[in-house]
């Protein structure tokens, strides 16, 4: 028996300890990001009210007296496949299951849909336990309401658990968890107790920079844009960082950059507000707008611009 005080500051032993990766699943929007970032009260993943926010598995992890959750976010599943990008994401999501020892299946209480049919659909080869999550019943005006999908569901597959929860607000989520960590083998801690995320400063500032695109642009931001880092310095507690927003088209750039480049520097000086409190550094960021046309349909240019998932 190892005792992971020397390795890993979790006070168990490898016998006592539960420890896995658990999943976070579901179609764009049904709110994955936002319950990562409240199980874990840090924001390590973006969150916007427009589909398709994430585009990266990312590990966010949760040490509990006696367990490791180890959360991925992933993109929304989601049917149309006209893109490489599109492709790229579902293959992200899709990939994530291979090493899962759980998947939490995140569904919008009030809505489904065509997509989480065909997010149902893609779980059926997944052999590990699956927990159903029915989220947003802050917006239920009576819990009964939930009844009838339950129901429905619980025909469609032999769920482990199922368990409302309202991410934004984070009720029962402790009751989630604990369906979570009953699900996981007994292992050695992977992580140690203080790693929260796999994702560096340098990742989280591309993210951080998308995340003010969408919620600036809204309706208006070219679905094909993205965030790359091209320096990242670091002098103890400064961050020099200048990062393109790539775009497809030379007319969307009037877009992102606004009269007289207003809305670029609103964009920056926003996410540099965000990334100063998140990594409690002083930051400077330079943000430019280029145009690359077609990137999002073309696999080299997506490697290029981080696409390429491990
Ligand atoms: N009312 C309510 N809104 C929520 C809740 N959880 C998430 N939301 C909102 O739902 C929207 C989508 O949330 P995200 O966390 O970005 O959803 P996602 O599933 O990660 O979406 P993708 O990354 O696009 O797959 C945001 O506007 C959230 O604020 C909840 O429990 N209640
Ligand atoms: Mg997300």
Redesign the pocket.
Known sequence: MTDLNDTCGVSATASQLRCGFAA?V??????????L?TLLGRKV???????????HRILGIHTLTGAQIVYV????LHRQENTAMNRCLNRTATTVLAEADVAVF?VDALRWTQEDEFVLERLTPFANPVILAL?????LRAKQALLPLIDRLSGRRDFAAVVP?????G?NLAALEAEIVQQLPNSVAYFPQEQITDRSERFMAAELIRERLLKTLGQELPYASTVAIEAFEQEGRLRRIAAVIWIERRGQKPIVIGHKGQRLKQIGRQAREEMEALFGAVVYLQLWVKVREGWSDDERALGLLGYAEP
């Open positions: 976070l579901g179609r764009p929007n049904v709110g994955k990001s936002t319950l970032n993943t973006i969150v916007s009210r427009k589909p398709q926010t994430t585009r976010d992933t993109p929304g995140l989220n947003k019943i802050d917006r929860v309202s991410a934004s607000r009720i």
